[in-house]
């Protein structure tokens, strides 16, 4: 069965310093691949997704994620994290045309 | 232009009751998608609608759930008998279908006491 895994339930980085959350997927072929952020509060923001091509996907707010096909990683980074950033982070896999399957989110904390 | 709305915002009531929940899309998005979010669950996806037909309801945890789309438009979630598990937040999207984005709305906070 398809399946999305973020090994980290919550990271705790200092405002400034680099980010990077982990995803890895399960899937049969290469499926799209997407990562929301959700701020308390609030609905779920898609920061990139990666349909094919370029394997490196710059997103808004500075984000950008490396799809590795060996690895089946679609890892998030960030260079300089801001406080701003203090969010829940998913990671989805798209299946053909219709559901998302989501992984169960890393939350984030930035100190000052 | 508005994006996804979701209505109510929150919604407490009592187990056994029955309830329904609204989306309204982003005006052209021909596909809508219902998700539940769940503090033992996380993400789940519930049902998928192209238009107005429903091609994928395999996310749907029991027959106390159903959804409709009219008008190729307005979704309303209905969960019938609630239980104390139905308690989560209930997610709605739209995209113009195919690979596009889902743009999520703010979800309904649905407390069954």
């Known amino acids: 069965a398809q399946s999305v895994t973020q090994p980290d339930i919550h990271i705790t980085v200092s405002e400034g310093a680099s980010l990077e959350l982990r995803c890895n997927y399960s899937y049969g072929a290469t499926p799209y691949l997407f990562w929301y952020v959700q701020s308390p509060g609030q609905g779920l923001q898609l920061l990139l997704k990666y349909f094919s091509g370029d394997t490196l996907v710059q997103g808004i707010k500075g984000f950008e994620a490396e799809f590795k096909r060996s690895q089946s990683s679609f890892n998030l980074r960030k260079p300089s994290v801001h406080w701003s950033d203090a969010a829940e982070y998913f990671c989805a896999v798209g299946l053909n045309t219709d559901k998302l399957i989501f992984g169960t989110g890393t939350r984030l904390q930035v100190f000052p | 232009g508005a994006g996804v709305s979701q209505s109510p915002s929150n919604k407490v009531t009592e187990k056994g009751k029955d309830v329904e929940l609204r989306c309204d899309p982003i005006?052209?998005?021909?596909?809508l998608y219902w998700y539940r979010q769940s503090l033992g669950q996380g993400l789940e996806f519930l049902i998928y609608f192209q238009g107005n037909s429903a091609p994928d309801k395999s996310g749907l945890p029991s027959d106390r759930f159903s959804a409709e789309r009219t008008g190729g438009s307005v979704s309303t979630l209905t969960i019938q008998r609630t239980q104390q598990e139905d308690s989560a937040v209930y997610l709605c999207?739209?995209?113009?279908?195919?690979?596009?984005?889902?743009?999520f709305g703010p979800g309904t906070r649905l407390t069954v006491t």
């Open positions: 999207a739209s995209s113009l279908g195919g690979s596009d984005e889902q743009y």
């Open positions: 005006s052209g998005h021909t596909a």
